[in-house]
């Protein structure tokens, strides 16, 4: 049966898009792996860095996309903050994904 539900998938094309669109001055990556010094990896829905001339670009904020805006678990988020050392940023819905240039532009700010 029909479900007129968004999937995951289409709430992190939105958020993708929107911040493609308005953050020109950073990497923005989607499905972006990690492997940490423990042998274990991550992956990450949306992962922004901050570009650093002659250098690696930096991670400055991770995303992590939920398609139920009525959600409340962030054991994932914390894992990614804790294995990466940078915030993440729940985009629960796609309100929270209309809204996400608002909602991590604190972030890239703080990270300058």
Not at 95 to 104: E, G, T
């Amino acid at each position: 049966m029909y479900k007129n539900l968004p999937s995951e998938f289409e709430v992190q094309a939105l958020a993708y898009n929107r911040l493609t669109t308005e953050f020109l001055d950073y990497h923005i990556r989607g499905e972006y792996k990690f492997k940490h010094e423990d042998g274990t990896g991550s992956r990450v829905d949306i992962a922004i860095f901050k570009p650093i001339l002659n250098a690696e670009p930096k991670l400055v904020l991770v995303l992590e996309v939920k398609k139920n805006p009525d959600g409340w678990s962030s054991k994932q988020g914390e894992r990614y903050s804790s294995k990466l050392d940078v915030p993440c940023v729940y985009i629960r819905g796609l309100d929270s994904a209309k809204d996400v240039c608002n909602l991590v532009r604190r972030y890239l700010k703080d990270s300058s």
